[in-house]
């Protein structure tokens, strides 16, 4: 309820890549009594407004006017051929006639045109008075607060912006209610694949990680920065001492988490030093195709990283193939806890954990959406019905980066990319 505090929905889809905030402050705020900060508000809007309709007024205007600079050279030479069919009317026969008459049609678009300035010529009348009407109201409320009273304003204002900034700053966590349309970053190798970036290295750090194939496949490609992974150029190449299975690969801190091929071992591989720090087996998970994805390629084991650590999605024979989730120690591979979420793991088309909830998509084809979520910290689960557009038709590996708020996909192909939008209510203590 927004009674109880502050809800805030943020997302990674502005177009410069800058996180989004939606703040809805509680209703029974100190600010929503104020009328002076109502009056303030609606100014605001009306503002708003109005440098909306002035953008699109610009635009068209704009626009129009290149339609009448390039017509203008027509009209010159139109009218130029009237005035001698005017001072010579033997002139005129009927190839002229026709000529004239297609210039004449040639015009004919430019009618619509000049409609439009008559009507952008009311709306700009409507506009000034508008504009006249809020610098009234805004000298009204500037005699009315006076001195003190714009201080003090100005004082709230700023508190309140300390208040939101600190508010911001816990906002780690949410859950999830959309995903964007999905944004193409390149097409490339097989049908199956993964494709990453490092989920706690600093922004500054934007390596790619390529891996093409979901078996048996030993080479992975380091791009140093993305715009190199567009354009294939400046990586280098790992062989990893063992093959790999399936396409649920994560990198994390500096390291590569995988399945090894015909097992059901981890292993941890260090990009640096070149070198597999550690593998452990996952008890009673299931492997070789055993309880693997909807699009099966070997998807028995899938690791995954988000806000609270390293997980792995699996299933085993003891839970009749149901979709297992264990946090497991980035240091070690120990499972440190498991939680059995009941939703088969054959049934699910691709799975991916934000904030400690595992989400499960049921299909990997088109017209698949996010269908189940299980939450950890409840033991909970609940059916959703979140869109999700699958553009190419067939997902192969699906996955969340926490420092970059985006789903990475390999998608027949293509590398592909989702925003996401999460929804947060923050308790606030006392009124603002």
Request: with cysteine.
């Amino acid at each position: 309820s927004p009674d109880e505090g502050w809800q805030v929905y943020t997302s990674a889809q502005a177009p410069d890549g800058k996180c989004l905030c939606t703040a809805v402050i509680p209703v029974q705020g100190t600010c929503s009594r104020d009328l002076r900060s109502h009056q303030l508000r609606q100014l605001m809007e009306k503002v708003q407004n109005i440098s909306q309709s002035m953008e699109v007024l610009d635009l068209r205007t704009y626009r129009d006017l290149q339609y009448v600079r390039n017509t203008e050279s027509l009209m010159k030479g139109l009218d130029s051929r009237l005035k001698v069919a005017a001072e010579s009317q033997k002139s005129l026969n009927a190839k002229s006639f026709q000529e004239l008459k297609d210039k004449m049609t040639e015009l004919l678009p430019l009618m619509p045109v000049l409609d439009q300035y008559k009507s952008d010529t009311r709306l700009i009348v409507h506009l000034k008075e508008e504009v006249r009407n809020l610098s009234g109201s805004l000298l009204a409320i500037q005699e009315e607060m006076g001195a003190y009273d714009y201080e003090e304003l100005q004082q709230r204002v700023l508190m309140l912006e300390a208040r939101l900034h600190a508010c911001m700053q816990k906002l780690g966590c949410g859950k999830l209610t959309g995903v964007s349309n999905p944004i193409t970053i390149r097409a490339s190798g097989s049908r199956f694949g993964s494709w990453m970036t490092d989920t706690m290295t600093p922004s500054a750090d934007s390596r790619v990680w390529y891996m093409d194939g979901y078996y048996k496949g030993r080479r992975v490609l380091e791009f140093r920065t993305l715009n190199d992974f567009v354009t294939g150029q400046n990586f280098v190449q790992h062989l990893l001492p063992h093959p790999w299975a399936g396409t649920g690969h994560v990198v994390f801190n500096g390291s590569l988490y995988y399945n090894k091929y015909q097992s059901n071992i981890a292993v941890k591989y260090h990009f640096r030093s070149r070198s597999v720090l550690v593998q452990r087996s996952l008890a009673g998970a299931g492997y070789n195709n055993t309880f693997p994805y909807s699009w099966g390629g070997f998807s028995d084991i899938d690791f995954m990283v988000d806000e609270s650590g390293l997980w792995a999605v699996y299933t085993t024979n003891q839970n009749a193939g149901n979709i297992v989730v264990s946090r497991v120690d980035p240091q070690t591979l120990e499972v440190l806890r498991s939680w059995d979420t009941g939703y088969p793991k054959r049934s699910a088309g691709e799975s991916f954990m934000i904030c400690g909830t595992l989400y499960v998509t049921n299909s990997h084809l088109a017209g698949a959406k996010i269908y189940f979520a299980y939450y950890t910290n409840t033991s909970s689960y609940e059916y959703t019905d979140i869109p999700f557009h699958n553009q190419y038709s067939h997902i192969s590996m699906l996955d969340y980066n926490p420092r970059e708020r985006v789903l990475y996909t390999w998608n027949n192909g293509h590398q592909v990319i989702y925003n996401v939008t999460l929804f947060h209510v923050i308790k606030t203590s006392g009124e603002l």
